[in-house]
């Protein structure tokens, strides 16, 4: 039963990531499997389920590498720089369709997407608190520089943006972690 289980999440989640969530369907799933949709079905009630076992997935796995990669740092600088390239890295393995469909067809698995990256803001929070203690960045609230930071980030699933300032996702994450990261830095820090 779990394999089945597994197997339809691995199917879902594949879809997810290369072709948003509009464009997926149950059928198309249970198709691809080799299943029926009503088996389908016994395992997952919905496909708005099946997003939100996606971004648990996801936010699990963005958990895990970006800690594991900024674990051995420690120097607050590079570390947040290390773990917001390993966030951008996840984040340039979904297709940002599914972020821009989830957000108009799916409200409550947007709202599952905001509350798993509120978790991740306070993590953020905790490196920026660490980087002030040691007297590297400026002392601004941690809580005021996430929210910022999140606000850059969420310009990343607007192609619209991307297009009128002529630049790649990939392109874009990077010039926000920049901008994000040696704006909180102290003058005397700056190289």
């Known amino acids: 039963m779990e394999a089945v289980k597994d197997r339809i999440r691995e199917s879902a989640f594949r879809a997810f990531a290369q072709k948003g969530f509009k464009a997926v369907?149950?059928?198309?799933?249970?198709?691809?499997?080799?299943?029926?949709?009503?088996?389908?079905?016994?395992?997952?009630s919905s496909k708005e389920e099946l997003a939100e076992e996606f971004l648990k997935d996801f936010f699990q796995r963005l958990r895990e590498v970006s800690d594991r990669a900024a674990a051995e740092e420690e120097d607050p600088q590079k570390r947040l720089w290390i773990k917001l390239n390993a966030v951008k890295e996840e984040f340039l393995k979904i297709?940002?369709?599914?972020?821009?469909?989830?957000?108009?067809?799916?409200?409550?698995?947007?709202?599952?997407?905001?509350r798993l990256r509120e978790e991740r803001a306070r993590n953020l929070e905790r490196y920026i608190a660490l980087g002030q203690e040691k007297g590297l960045f400026k002392d601004i609230p941690p809580r005021m520089a996430v929210?910022?930071?999140?606000?850059?980030?969420?310009?990343?699933?607007?192609?619209?943006?991307?297009?009128?300032?002529?630049?790649?996702?990939?392109?874009?994450?990077?010039?926000?972690?920049?901008?994000?990261?040696?704006?909180?830095?102290k003058a005397d820090k700056k190289a």
């Open 25 to 44: 369907t149950m059928e198309q799933i249970s198709k691809e499997l080799g299943i029926s949709k009503k088996t389908l079905y016994n395992y997952f």
């Open 95 to 114: 297709n940002p369709l599914f972020f821009e469909d989830i957000q108009k067809y799916a409200p409550s698995v947007w709202a599952t997407y905001g």
């Open 147 to 185: 929210v910022l930071y999140l606000g850059m980030t969420n310009s990343l699933f607007r192609s619209d943006f991307l297009e009128e300032a002529g630049l790649t996702r990939e392109k874009a994450f990077e010039l926000i972690i920049e901008m994000f990261v040696c704006g909180l830095l």
